[in-house]
């Protein structure tokens, strides 16, 4: 067990609608990160928060959005959902110091239909 | 464009055989390298990691070696074990501060036959 926990597991939803994602991160680690991870695609970096404020950017959508709140969960909201966003998003968390390995989730299996 | 890539899908090992994985990067700014081991339905959890001033970090059974005049790093685990069936990720990272990035390859499916 990571200590990491994301809900929901699954989420399924149609094109258009609106989905959030949540991430509770390890005790103690400041830094919550998001990752993306299609069919056939290896991990693509989303967003990192550190103590609540953004950190650093990936290749996340307009159309996506993050945030972490004071007690430092996470919430990834997706919008205008497309089929091609149907993935696994998995939230990792770490201490936040430099190269501290990431302690990922069970992940999020978003299906667009 | 890929910049860490692990050209091989999968691969098959016999039980307590030396399992080789690679991993190549086009990157020569990547200052530090990390494994991690994913089982299905579960996320990633790290393995081992090296820096790039090294050329080999040992932990049990798990050895990465690293490469740099290649660009190309290897995860040796000895003797490989039925638990070690997984996907394996090669990731490498770069950068200062805030700009500090992770690039992950694909993965490669090990499995280990009894």
């Known amino acids: 067990d990571s200590g990491v926990t994301q809900t929901p597991k699954h989420l399924i939803t149609a094109t258009g609608q609106r989905v959030t994602l949540r991430c509770s991160p390890r005790s103690g680690d400041l830094s919550v990160y998001w990752y993306q991870q299609s069919l056939d695609q290896g991990l693509q970096f989303l967003i990192q928060y550190y103590n609540g404020e953004e950190r650093a950017k990936g290749n996340i959508l307009e159309r996506f959005s993050a945030q972490q709140f004071p007690d430092l969960h996470s919430e990834l909201n997706l919008s205008s959902l497309e089929l091609g966003d149907s993935a696994l998003y998995f939230c990792a968390s770490s201490v936040g110091t430099f190269n501290s390995p990431l302690h990922f989730g069970n992940g999020t299996r978003l299906t667009v239909t | 464009d890929q910049q860490v890539k692990q050209n091989s899908p999968s691969l098959s090992v016999q039980e307590g055989r030396i399992s080789i994985l690679n991993c190549d990067y086009t990157n020569s700014m990547f200052d530090y390298f990390l494994w991690y081991k994913k089982y299905p339905a579960e996320g990633p959890t790290f393995l081992i990691s090296?820096?790039?001033i090294k050329d080999k970090n040992e932990d049990g059974r798990f050895t990465v070696f690293l490469n740099k005049s290649a660009k190309h790093l290897s995860l040796h685990i000895v003797p490989s074990q039925p638990g070690d069936s997984a996907v394996y990720f090669c990731?490498?990272?770069?950068?200062?501060?805030?700009?500090?990035?992770?690039?992950w390859g694909l993965g490669t499916s090990l499995a280990v036959n009894p």
């Open positions: 990731a490498a990272s770069e950068g200062a501060g805030n700009n500090r990035k992770l690039i």
């Open positions: 090296i820096s790039s």
